[in-house]
């Protein structure tokens, strides 16, 4: 036991997370999403949800410590209305709402408060893009025939990207990635995610999906890109706000946003590469 102690102690000095409730969470999520695809779809969607406006009260918090004042309940009200018209509409209602809410939103903080309304709008305007836009995509992968095996092939590649990259960084980890954005992400870890996103696509797809297996390491090679960049850009929105993590809520990962950065930004291509295969029949 103490050597399990001061092996997590250790890698929690070098990757700068503690491995062990990271391991927890992890689990206790990939188990609650899954029995609720199970069961029936859309309980997973108000999953989604509940955590979407759990993340944007914690970006909404992040905000404040940066000096933006934007109420709570507009943000709340405007992710149910683009993940609900997301799944009863499809892209089409995903894209509608978008059009529809930020601009009520715009117009609701220019009411209630006119005073640097530049500021205060275009935060909302990115708060409302980053978090229900794109995860409406995670909606419309959860509205198939497959639910289940498409919502995998999103977990299995920002799994593998964070696993590996986090793997390799911590045991050959020398050479830093971008070490004024998020200084411990590291090439070698890149190269990890690359070989583990790759093999991890193929698989998924020769197995579950019962596609062609190189289009799965295609995409898993673009999940590389969308992850990293997903979370190059949290922790250069915290930077900016001078916060190292979004929340608490999550023991190992720190807040929602800090769990499902990498989600948010892969989702899109899932569902767009997914529909492209089903398209032209690939």
């Known amino acids: 036991m103490d050597d399990l102690h001061s092996l997590n102690e250790a890698i929690n000095k ?9 391991i927890f969470v992890s689990l206790t999520i990939f188990v609650l999403v899954f029995g609720l695809l199970a069961v029936k779809p859309i309980l997973f969607v108000v999953l989604v949800l509940a955590a979407l406006i759990m993340g944007l009260r914690e970006l909404n918090g ?3 410590a940066g000096g933006i004042v934007i109420p709570d309940w507009p ?10 018209a997301a799944w009863f509409g499809g892209v089409s209602g995903l894209a509608v709402a978008t059009a529809f809410v930020i601009p009520n939103i715009l117009v609701l903080l220019l009411i209630l408060n006119p005073a640097d309304f530049v500021k205060r709008s275009t935060a909302a305007t990115f708060a409302m893009f ?5 995860a409406g995509f995670i909606a419309l992968i959860a509205k198939s025939d497959d639910p289940v095996g498409r919502i995998l092939v999103l977990v299995v590649l920002v799994s593998c990207n964070d696993t590996f990259a986090y793997i390799f960084g911590v045991l050959f980890g020398k050479h830093y990635l971008a070490p004024h954005i998020s200084p411990k992400k590291t090439w070698e ?7 583990a996103c790759t093999v991890g696509g193929a698989l998924v797809f020769a197995f579950w999906t019962s596609q062609h297996w190189y289009l799965g390491a295609l995409l898993g090679l673009m999940g590389v890109a969308t992850s990293t960049f997903g979370d190059l850009i949290e922790s250069a929105m915290k930077r900016d706000l001078h916060i190292k993590d979004m929340g608490a809520i999550l023991p190992g990962h720190g807040g ?18 997914l529909e492209l295969i089903k398209h032209f029949k690939l």
């Open 130 to 134: 980053y978090i229900p836009f794109l």
């Open 62 to 64: 992040a905000y404040r």
């Open 14 to 22: 070098r990757a700068g997370r503690k491995l062990l409730p990271s």
């Open 75 to 84: 943000l709340a009200v405007g992710a149910v209305v683009m993940t609900a």
């Open 189 to 195: 870890g890149l190269i990890g995610s690359l070989i």
């Open 256 to 273: 929602i946003l800090d769990r499902i950065d990498s989600v948010l930004f892969t989702a899109p291509t899932v569902w767009f590469v």
